[in-house]
């Protein structure tokens, strides 16, 4: 069973940047389109953006042209590159599957964007 380990989220002022990371264990991780989901207190948890196969990426249009999604398959390792980070853009952060049955959640990564 896949299990995926969040991290590298914080405080960040407005306008600043993060780095997330998703380490998946298993060898099934390059095989799976994996996407970074964003929930926010009192909403459904939402795709920000995914990572199809090959170097195709989909972002959700709150965050377009702000963050860039990449993976290294051989480090069985997604990242996330946040920049021009805005106060909505503050949830907790998880990977997993975007497409096809998805696996248990991690405990995500905070991040917060506040002055």
């Known amino acids: 069973q896949v299990q995926f380990v969040e991290s590298g989220g914080g405080l960040v002022q407005p306008g600043g940047s993060l780095r997330l990371s998703c380490t998946a264990s298993g060898s099934a991780f390059r095989f799976y389109v994996m996407g970074w989901y964003r929930q926010v207190p009192g909403k459904q948890r939402e795709l920000v953006a995914s990572s199809t196969f090959g170097s195709g990426t989909i972002y959700a249009d709150s965050v377009k042209g702000r963050f860039t999604i990449s993976r290294d398959n051989a480090k069985n390792t997604m990242y996330l590159q946040m920049n021009s980070l805005k106060p909505e853009d503050t949830g907790v952060y998880y990977c997993?599957?975007?497409?096809?049955?998805?696996?248990?959640w991690g405990q995500g990564t905070q991040v917060t964007v506040s002055l």
């Open positions: 997993n599957r975007a497409v096809g049955a998805q696996r248990d």
